[in-house]
């Protein structure tokens, strides 16, 4: 009789154990190799290490599994029919297990109103369980709108997902961070070609959502097998290596490489020497998305000479980049450039801007029609009293922004007048009331309205939007963005704190090298606390003692997290100026010869200004945060302001002067708001700069901000 090895034996006894099981739950085996971790095979078979520990009872989580170890890995594929079989496992069956498919990286998406798991499987080609297996509360809890989920995705073709409407076109799903002009470049079509293809494709904007479907002619020798298996390749790291800058070079993100390379969490970061696992670099992966290029689209009467001038490459440089060259430059060809030349040009969306100064482009033949709606509250002024009335202004925030935003305004009226522009405009007093919004809609006729600006209630903005929408009039709302409303055309003229915060993360970024990295946040911003350490997973986290009346830090601890090494950076997120005061405060008196500390905030917000918070400690912190304008300065505008006002204008009248000035501007060049927005891109004013990007499912957004720092006693700006 043949005797069978004993882990045969023992392999076979364990599998007849679970067999009662089977009709509920079908299982597998692996067996483990060198250097593999209980969470590494979790991930291979997409289950969680508690599945494999509950079915693995002689493995304790922490233990280091052994080389040739068999473990029982449940799979949610369909039980077999006969739930009593005894399963008997050879050597060529462990050897044969196919490996499951692991993600080869995550991308977030932010649950909006009404969506369900279902449909964002489906916009994502993953299953429900695919996403819950990523999102771990989803098991326990319902789908919320602001959710913030990992999506996986996985380097695979299905057949079924490929849907072809001829024998010449195909089907194509738009990924992450592609554009209009990334695609046409893709497929060696122009814009127009595309919307000829896809008709349902909206004419006033030019964005595309990620998980949108495309007709598009078929690729030359695009099949299954053409597809490409990811490859990896060892790499050592060397001196001064940064996750930021190892993935800048691979085309990875810093959460992949960590993903990938479990051991640079467990020894606190890149060391010098550390052997890591990368994917392998191709000679030319034939991605093109913005993350590798940026785009051009050809002008009518453009030709080769002056086009390499314009865009400062050699002809030769051109044609590698876009053989099509070679066959003739056409209007309409999208031609892709390196991503490093961005900072050369204007780019919006990926896309070059020519060129366009707004004072030399601007016709005196368009006379914009204006709308102004704001709270001025004369019915609860008493102007027959002086002193009464200034009372109530002070008093009153919406009265004191309102009269700041339309005396920067009418300064704004009056320089677009010496440029020869004639602007119509009424102005009406919403009194913060519905019933008097809608009465001055009856009465007004907007059919010849260039742009309406207000009002500053969210309720009431939405009421002015949806009438205005009717006659394709767009408005400006002086206010940041609400997620509540969600109107095409209204261009939102201050950045949310959203835009903002992501916009000093990406500084941080770039800047990032090797900084030990602090957040301290309160229990009302631990979302924030989780933002930052997506983007910085080494990141420090210190928890805060919030009891009733009292709320601290444990100093010891706190201490113990500072390094001498190198430079600290610490996040402060909160709206308590309490907190503010004290951090702060411990901060400043933890900085020492060897220790040295930046202040950072994501939000600056009433709590950052109170009187009790010290400008030198911030100063000594080298404070840092991003903010929607900066101080106006001694330009034109002031001199202006002090002439016709006699005074000096506050934030709000600077806001007013270059909102209306900029949006003037714009009416003057193309008469049409929409359109302008297509071709022009930030533009910056006294203290207030203005990039509107178009949202597919909203609005405008200003996308433009400021980083501004203390520095010795005063607040400047960094220029990125």
């Given at each position: 009789m043949k005797i069978l090895p004993i882990k045969y034996i023992a392999t076979s006894l364990l599998i007849m154990l679970f067999s009662l099981n089977l009709a509920a739950q079908q299982f597998t085996t692996h067996a483990v190799k060198k250097g593999e971790t209980l969470t590494s095979i979790a991930k291979q078979y997409r289950v969680t290490p508690f599945n494999i520990l509950k079915y693995n009872k002689e493995i304790k989580q922490g233990d280091v599994l052994r080389p040739n170890t068999i473990l029982v890995i449940p799979t949610d594929s369909k039980t077999t029919e006969n739930s009593n079989v005894t399963v008997q496992i050879t050597q060529q069956d462990v050897q044969e297990v196919p490996e499951q498919e692991e993600p080869i990286g995550f991308t977030n998406h932010r649950v909006k109103r009404k969506e369900t798991l279902y449909g964002i499987a489906n916009r994502y080609h993953i299953t429900e369980n695919d996403i819950k297996r990523y999102n771990r509360d989803l098991y326990s809890a319902q789908l919320k709108k602001g959710m913030r989920l990992k999506i996986p995705k996985y380097r695979r073709v299905r057949l079924e997902e490929v849907v072809v409407d001829s024998l010449d076109f195909e089907q194509y799903t738009v990924q992450p961070k592609e554009t209009r002009w990334s695609i046409a470049h893709k497929y060696g079509i122009t814009i127009d070609s595309m919307l000829v293809l896809n008709p349902e494709l909206p004419k006033t904007t030019s964005y595309l959502a990620e998980g949108q479907i495309l007709k598009l002619p078929k690729l030359p020798g695009s099949s299954v097998e053409a597809q490409e298996v990811e490859l990896y390749t060892s790499y050592t790291v060397p001196p001064k290596q940064t996750l930021y800058s190892?993935?800048?070079?691979?085309?990875?993100?810093?959460?992949?490489?960590?993903a990938l390379n479990?051991?640079?969490?467990?020894?606190?970061?890149?060391?010098?020497?550390?052997?890591?696992?990368?994917?392998?670099?191709?000679a030319d992966s034939g991605e093109v998305n913005t993350e590798n290029f940026i785009f051009y689209e050809v002008k009518p009467g453009q030709n080769v000479f002056r086009l390499t001038q314009n865009l400062k490459i050699s002809y030769t440089d051109l044609v590698s980049l876009n053989p099509s060259l070679t066959d003739g430059l056409k209007a309409g060809m999208v031609l892709k450039l390196p991503k490093d030349r961005a900072g050369e040009f204007e780019v919006k969306n990926a896309l070059i801007l020519d060129k366009i100064n707004l004072l030399d482009s601007i016709s005196t033949e368009n006379?914009?029609?204006?709308?102004?709606?704001?709270?001025?509250?004369?019915?609860?002024?008493?102007?027959?009293?002086?002193?009464?009335?200034?009372?109530?202004?002070e008093k009153r925030?919406?009265?004191?922004?309102?009269?700041?935003?339309?005396?920067?305004?009418?300064?704004?009226?009056?320089?677009?007048?010496?440029?020869?522009?004639?602007?119509?405009?009424?102005?009406?007093?919403?009194?913060?009331?519905?019933?008097?919004?809608r009465e001055v809609l009856q009465k007004e006729n907007l059919h010849d309205v260039s742009a309406i600006i207000g009002p500053l209630d969210p309720n009431l903005l939405n009421e002015v939007a949806v009438q205005a929408a009717n006659y394709n009039v767009p408005v400006l709302a002086p206010i940041a963005a609400k997620s509540d409303i969600s109107l095409n055309n209204v261009f939102f003229s201050i950045p949310s704190d959203e835009i903002l915060r992501e916009r000093i993360l990406s500084f941080i970024e770039e800047k990032y090298e090797k900084e030990n990295i602090i957040i301290i946040a309160d229990k009302n911003h631990k979302p924030v606390e989780a933002r930052i350490l997506e983007k910085f997973p080494l990141a420090k986290t210190v928890v805060m003692k919030e009891e009733e009346k009292n709320i601290a830090i444990d100093l010891d601890v706190f201490t113990a997290m500072l390094s001498e090494e190198n430079e600290n950076w610490v996040f402060v997120e909160t709206d308590n100026f309490k907190i503010v005061s004290s951090v702060s405060s411990i901060l400043n008196s933890s900085i020492t010869e060897d220790i040295k500390i930046k202040m950072f905030t994501t939000n600056k917000n009433k709590a950052f200004e109170n009187d009790v918070i010290s400008s030198s400690h911030l100063s000594k912190l080298n404070f840092c945060y991003p903010s929607v304008d900066r101080e106006a300065g001694n330009g034109n505008f002031v001199k202006l302001y002090r002439k016709r006002f006699g005074a000096v204008p506050d934030r709000y009248a600077t806001r007013g002067f270059d909102m209306t000035f900029d949006l003037l501007l714009k009416l003057a060049y193309k008469d049409n708001l929409f359109e302008a927005s297509k071709f022009i891109g930030e533009m910056e004013y006294t203290g207030n700069k203005f990039d509107y990007n178009k949202d597919i499912t909203s609005g405008y957004f200003n996308t433009a901000s400021y980083i501004m720092t203390y520095s010795e006693m005063q607040i400047k700006e960094i220029n990125p």
């Open positions: 190892l993935g800048k070079e691979y085309n990875i993100s810093s959460q992949e490489i960590i479990s051991e640079i969490l467990e020894r606190g970061g890149l060391k010098e020497g550390m052997l890591i696992r990368l994917p392998k670099k191709n006379k914009p029609k204006l709308i102004f709606m704001l709270p001025f509250r004369l019915d609860r002024l008493n102007l027959r009293n002086r002193e009464s009335t200034q009372n109530t202004i925030n919406d009265i004191k922004y309102s009269l700041g935003l339309y005396s920067g305004a009418l300064v704004a009226l009056d320089s677009i007048a010496k440029l020869g522009i004639s602007a119509d405009v009424k102005t009406f007093d919403t009194q913060r009331s519905q019933d008097r919004v």
